[in-house]
Nanobody, 118 residues
Framework: QVQLVESGGGLVQTGGSLRLSCAAA????????MGWYRQAPGKQRELVAS???????YYVDSVKGRFTISRDNAKNAVYLQMNSLRPEDTANYYC????????????WGQGTQVTVSA
């Protein structure tokens, strides 16, 4: 089992950048696929990006070219660099860990709010 804690959310203007961090209590090394999900009010939670053990990545189409997911196994950490932010990126962002690259949803953090103003 792994516990996840996100940080780095906040309020940013359209076109701005934020970097989300996720600290894991417990080794994520080669055990877990890691991901970032988001959920906007009234919408379903969606996978934004995931990363495999060796760095293979997946991105939802709406963030390709703007967001970058990375992991540091030595620090048990995962990051989401978000550039060129848009109002539609506004959501609560959740770090996740799991056993499926496309759906790493066995464990969740508490979430961090990202708000992009127009």
């Amino acid at each position: 089992q792994v516990q996840l804690v996100e940080s780095g959310g906040g309020l940013v203007q359209t076109g701005g950048s934020l970097r989300l961090s996720c600290a894991a209590a417990g080794s994520i090394s080669r055990t877990y696929f890691m991901g970032w999900y988001r959920q906007a009010p009234g919408k379903q939670r969606e996978l934004v990006a995931s990363i495999g053990h060796s760095g293979t990545t997946y991105y939802v189409d709406s963030v390709k070219g703007r967001f970058t997911i990375s992991r540091d196994n030595a620090k048990n950490a995962v990051y989401l660099q978000m550039n060129s932010l848009r109002p539609e990126d506004t959501a609560n962002y959740y770090c996740s860990a799991g056993f499926d690259f496309r759906f790493p949803n066995s464990y969740w953090g508490q979430g961090t709010q990202v708000t992009v103003s127009a």
